[in-house]
């Protein structure tokens, strides 16, 4: 229904490609999430559930705004972040591999899932031949996209890139207008996190709250593995992530999301949450 001659295609990229090129990415990775939503609890024999924690997701007013209409990566990251999660519940250890590192490769917000996920393949007990050819696939991965950029040997450039502009040049502040519990404590105004604090300034004391609250959540996963606490433990990691480290932007709250959706789709007391 398109002609070719005159075309509204030109048109269009002229006004339209930088957005669409810029937020297509992250649509996708939303509807994306969203499969992996149901097929996780079709696979449980739940597949009405899972149709309605895909439509509870995607209907959500901060998912849809992240991605379509503010253009951010984040379900981008979290997509081949919870695309892991799944693959190694249904044990494929080098796929989930490969994924996280993906999604760290895009950006490290996921990074706290990395102890998650060490749990759960250590609990899986896989052969160390596994493991090697797990961790060498994953490295080969990185290499080969990174290789492109770096003109040259790929893990030193990717180690220098993190090391000196990802973790070096981001905004180190206390909230970088997220409302969690430094928000409260300090105000919403930018603040470095390098103030003191009594003996500590306030990015270490993020550091110290977060673990405070990450190992408990680790050490009751080690315990008890099964699909509801696994999804409490990787809800509650990301939700205190955002509520107590330092730096937080308000789209990282997004990570809570996918989790929480099949919390309460499972658990429908949940369900005001």
């Avoid at 993906?102 to 250590?122: E, H, M, N, Q, T």
């Avoid at 981001?170 to 909230?175: A, K, S, V």
């Avoid at 955002?242 to 919390?263: A, V």
């Amino acid at each position: 229904n398109i002609p070719l001659f005159p075309s509204g295609i030109m048109l269009f990229f002229e006004l339209k490609l930088y957005p669409a090129l810029l937020k297509l990415p992250a649509i996708l990775a939303d509807l994306g999430i969203a499969y992996l939503l149901f097929d996780f609890l079709k696979k449980k024999g739940k597949e009405k559930a899972g149709f309605w924690a895909a439509n509870l997701f995607l209907w959500n007013p901060a998912v849809w705004y992240n991605s379509t209409v503010w253009g951010q990566t984040d379900a981008t990251i979290n997509f081949f972040g919870l695309a892991s999660l799944f693959m190694l519940i249904n044990r494929k250890l080098t796929l989930s591999i490969v994924f996280i590192l993906l999604s760290i490769l895009i950006k490290a917000s996921l990074i706290v899932l990395l102890p998650i996920l060490l749990i759960l393949a250590i609990k899986q007990k896989y052969l160390i031949r596994e493991w090697f050819k797990t961790i060498a696939t994953g490295l080969l991965v990185v290499g080969i996209i990174t290789f492109p950029f770096s003109q040259g040997e790929p893990f030193s450039w990717l180690f220098d890139l993190y090391k000196d502009k990802v973790f070096g040049w981001q905004l180190h502040l206390i909230t970088a207008n997220a409302f969690n519990f430094w928000a409260a404590l300090t105000g919403i105004h930018e603040r470095p996190d390098t103030l003191m604090a009594g003996p500590f300034n306030f990015r270490i004391w993020g550091y110290v709250l977060f673990a405070g609250a990450l190992i408990p959540l680790l050490v009751r996963l080690y315990r008890r593995i099964d699909y509801s606490n696994l999804l409490w433990v990787g809800f509650l990691t990301m939700f205190a992530t955002f509520t107590l480290t330092t730096g937080m932007h308000e789209r990282y709250l997004y990570p809570i999301f996918p989790l929480l959706t099949l919390i309460v789709v499972l658990e429908k007391k949940w369900l005001p949450l």
